[in-house]
Nanobody, 125 residues
C-alpha cells in the first residue's frame, strides 16, 4: 500500500515558477515508477511527467518539455515537480501517482495504482 499527499500548489503569474511535492508513505516507494498527471476543468486527466525507480530515466509530455523537471528522493520518500515558465494553460489540479508493477514509464492513467488527492495550480495571465 502506498499513500500519496501532494503539496506546493497555488496561484502564480504567467512566467513564474512553482515546485510541487508528493510525500509517500510505505516502504515500497523506491520500487515504484512515479508520475505526475494533471486535470483541467472539463478535460481528461493527462500525463505530465514520469520517473523510473532510481531516477535514472524521465519522460515528459511535449507540452511541458523544457519547462518542468521531475525528480525524486528515495531516502525521503519524496517526489517533486519543478515547474518553470508557467503558462495559463498549465492551470489544473496536479496529481502524483505510483505504478509498482512495471520497470518502464507509461503515460496512461490506468497503469498507476495509487493516487494522491491533488493540488491546485492556477496560472494567471
Amino acid at each position: 500500500q502506498v499513500q500519496l499527499v501532494e503539496s506546493g500548489g497555488g496561484l502564480v503569474q504567467a512566467g513564474g515558477s512553482l515546485r510541487l511535492s508528493c510525500a509517500a508513505s510505505g516502504r515500497t516507494f523506491s520500487t515504484a515508477i512515479m508520475g505526475w498527471f494533471r486535470q483541467a476543468p472539463g478535460k481528461e486527466r493527462e500525463f505530465v511527467a514520469g520517473i523510473t525507480r532510481n531516477g535514472g530515466s524521465t519522460l515528459y509530455a511535449d507540452s511541458v518539455k523544457g519547462r518542468f523537471t521531475i525528480s525524486r528522493d528515495n531516502a525521503k520518500n519524496m517526489l517533486y515537480l519543478q515547474m518553470n515558465s508557467l503558462k495559463p494553460e498549465d492551470t489544473a489540479v496536479y496529481y502524483c501517482a505510483a505504478d509498482r508493477g512495471r520497470l518502464f514509464i507509461l503515460t496512461m492513467t490506468s497503469a498507476y495504482e495509487y493516487w494522491g488527492q491533488g493540488t491546485q495550480v492556477t496560472v494567471s495571465s
